[in-house]
T-cell receptor, first 114, second 114 residues
């Protein structure tokens, strides 16, 4: 079985400050990890993924995430938050080699305060 | 390229009725997966179709079913609706449904069961 935990329902950060949205996972075998963002009344949009290689992954809109195998974490980060980053963020995991049966976290609402 | 299209955008039904939701994937994408999104549960995987075959299934009762047509368009059906079925239903597509592929989501169908 695979699972994802996003321990914070909401993260508040001031505009211009660095932001972190936390994610830990559990999966048998090698994990493939994803971050998606959802704006109000929209579907999810892909931000970035970790498949293999460099533990630091860079994605869209200046976001990056660090894969930490020993801590089974994949935290999303951005050096300087924008008000337009305010949205719902989902972490997702899938075991490598399988087909699309992705497990998503419950989501973290990011609020960037002007 | 057109994105993933879901129809209708909103639906209001009463308990005991049935409903059919439609999803047209991105041209060339052969894998279509369905998710139920609720505020407290995040995204829950329903099923995934590839080449008209259900390849993966989540832990939902048999009232939830789906199918995929030869042009990769997919439909999801929910019979004997219950109040708890009220949710945003999201469809996602990818090329082959491989575990390392990112998902492209539609805007969803918001189902309200009264």
């Amino acid at each position: 079985a695979q699972s994802v935990a996003q321990p914070e329902d909401q993260v508040n950060v001031a505009e211009g400050n660095p932001l972190t949205v936390k994610c830990t996972y559990s999966v048998s075998g090698n994990p493939y990890l994803f971050w998606y963002v959802q704006y109000p009344n929209r579907g999810l949009q892909f931000l970035l993924k970790y498949i293999t290689g460099d533990n630091l992954v860079k994605g869209s809109y200046g976001f990056e995430a660090e894969f930490n195998k020993s801590q089974t974490s994949f935290h999303l980060k951005k050096p300087s938050a924008l008000v337009s980053d305010s949205a719902l963020y989902f972490c997702a995991v899938i075991s490598s080699g399988g087909y699309q049966k992705v497990t998503f976290g419950i989501g973290t609402k990011l609020q960037v305060i002007p | 390229k057109a994105g993933v299209t879901q129809t209708p955008r909103y639906l209001i039904k009463t308990r005991g009725q049935q409903v059919t939701l439609s999803c047209s994937p991105i041209s060339g994408h052969r894998s279509v997966s369905w998710y139920q999104q609720t505020p407290g549960q995040g995204l829950q995987f329903l099923f995934e179709y590839f080449s008209e075959t259900q390849r993966n299934k989540g832990n939902f009762p048999g009232r939830f079913s789906g199918r995929q047509f030869s042009n990769s368009r997919s439909e999801m059906n929910v019979s004997t609706l219950e109040l708890g079925d009220s949710a945003l239903y999201l469809c996602a597509s990818s090329l082959e449904g491989a575990s390392n592929e990112k998902l492209f989501f539609g805007s969803g169908t918001q189902l309200s069961v009264l």
